[in-house]
């Protein structure tokens, strides 16, 4: 099936970021109607008039995405201006970059929130919608970390694996309503993520400078869209990582822990 993304009605959460920002132009070019949720509603306004000044309809709809009136509220606004729905694209997501050891509670809940509760929650308002949508679907940005738990990315890590595996399950309960379920998971990508983390003490040296660019990811994002893939791992040393660990997963863990005890020696 290869899905046409003209006329389609979509949210996107997380629309003010990096790759979120490069997701809904992408969208918009690619002919969709899209409702822009984030905190943020200058910088959704900003991207919302800068969307209409190339012929996009878009509406900025602020959002907390872990906050349930909110989630209601952006579903109903989208569905009212749009008259229905046929996407969903999760992409809100926070980081925190350190060892579990010395992280907290707190911040732990705050990852699960946004990365896992927040967008199965919205999933759940927005799925009668997409029931009567039009070649509908639910598209999860998870990560690379949802493949394989990184050092450093505990949370994270286990935040995004959950949401892989609930989008494993949605393929299988969503088809009977008709609506598919995407994953696509991302490598380093040069968006501004690290601005955002909750803690970023984490002793690796990261090179997100050196990553994807998001345009380059919402590129990615789009064809597996339009050719209704089920996961997209996006980033070459995402593809590397993850088949290295497919074919050598003790040589993998073994490399890792070797590399954190080196990092955590002094
Ligand atoms: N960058 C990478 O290397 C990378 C790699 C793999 C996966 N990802 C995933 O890609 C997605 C987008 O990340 P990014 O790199 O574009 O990071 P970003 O620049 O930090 O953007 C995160 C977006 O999520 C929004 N957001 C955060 N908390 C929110 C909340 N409670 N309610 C509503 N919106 C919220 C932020 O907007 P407001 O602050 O305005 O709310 C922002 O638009 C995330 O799910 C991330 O985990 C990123």
Request: proline letters at 3%; glycine letters at 10%; charged letters at 25%.
């Amino acid at each position: 099936m290869s899905r046409d993304l003209v006329g389609k009605r979509a949210v996107l959460t997380g629309a003010s970021g990096g790759i979120g920002r490069a997701v809904a132009t992408a969208l918009v070019k690619a002919g969709a109607r899209v409702a822009l949720a984030s905190r943020n509603a200058d910088k959704l306004n900003e991207l919302a008039s800068a969307l209409r000044g190339t012929g996009g309809e878009v509406l900025a709809v602020p959002t907390d995405v872990t906050n349930p009136d909110d989630r209601q509220r952006l579903v109903e606004t989208a569905v009212s201006a749009f008259g229905g729905l046929d996407l969903l694209v999760n992409n809100a997501g926070v980081g925190s970059w350190g060892h579990f050891a010395d992280s907290t509670e707190a911040i732990c809940r705050t990852v699960m929130e946004v990365n896992f509760f927040a967008p199965i929650e919205l999933t759940r308002l927005a799925l009668s919608h997409l029931t009567l949508g039009n070649q509908p679907a639910v598209v999860n940005v998870t990560s690379m970390c949802g493949r394989k738990g990184m050092p450093a990315w505990p949370e994270y890590s286990a935040s995004k694996f959950a949401l892989v595996g609930i989008s494993e399950a949605w393929r299988a309960e969503f088809a009977r309503f008709g609506v598919d379920t995407l994953t696509i998971v991302p490598g380093m990508t040069n968006s501004g993520f690290e601005k955002n983390w909750l803690r970023n003490d984490g002793k690796a040296d990261l090179r997100f400078d050196k990553g994807m660019t998001p345009e380059y990811l919402a590129a990615k994002i789009i064809d597996a869209i339009q050719q209704n893939r089920t996961e997209t791992v996006c980033g070459s040393e995402a593809r590397r990582l993850l088949r290295f660990n497919r074919y050598f997963p003790r040589l993998t863990n073994w490399l890792l822990a070797r590399k954190v005890k080196k990092l955590y020696s002094k």
